[in-house]
């Protein structure tokens, strides 16, 4: 090819590019029935919170998650609809409690409405600071563990940790110190 006419191939890939790039894709929501009620949760506990958040562009699909996430990832790109993938496997889907499907699907909105980015603090008990913990080996252990677990008093971890999802400046709670 003479490299004229590549410099117009680059140029014109180059223009093809910045306008699908710059034409924003449609309002639209796809959400698979499983996942709703913890969509539907979120929207429930941000607006208690004083803190309404639209989830009204926003896709969720079950397929393969590829980012720092074991679980689930979020897609977030200039003018395109917020896409989140939840890995289905036992581990991460089939065989967590309802906890577990609501931390992974909090965490991933976390990202992709909130855009809040990963926190690994954790409190002097040990247990994480934040449902924005990306910790690979106990992946989404505030739910794992405290709030998954059957000893304790579940109803005021979840309020702290969702508390902390919406305000990151949430105080420690009493039973993390
Ligand atoms: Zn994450």
Redesign the pocket.
């Known amino acids: 090819m003479r490299p004229v006419s590549l410099l117009i191939l680059l140029l014109l890939a180059g223009l093809t590019s910045c306008q699908s790039s710059s034409q924003p894709e449609p309002v639209q929501y796809s959400v698979p029935t499983e996942v709703e009620l913890f969509v539907k949760s979120f929207r429930d506990e941000a607006k208690k919170r004083n803190n309404p958040v639209s989830t009204n562009n926003l896709i969720i699909t079950f397929g393969t998650a590829v ?3 074991i679980c ?1 990832e ?1 897609q977030l790109e200039n003018g395109k609809t917020p896409r989140i993938t939840l890995n289905s496997d036992a581990f991460c889907w089939q065989q967590a409690s309802q906890y577990e499907r609501e931390c992974l699907v909090f ?2 909105l976390g ?1 992709c409405l909130l855009t809040r980015a ?1 926190k690994t603090d954790k409190f002097p008990n040990g247990a994480f600071a934040s449902l ?1 913990n ?1 910790n690979d080996v106990t992946v989404y252990a505030t739910c794992r563990y405290p709030i998954g677990n059957d000893d304790c008093d579940r109803r005021p971890r979840r309020d702290y940790y969702i508390d902390e999802l919406f305000d990151a400046g949430t105080p420690t709670p009493a039973w993390g110190k």
Do not use: S
């Open positions: 980012g720092e996430d689930g979020c965490h991933e990202h990963h924005m990306p």
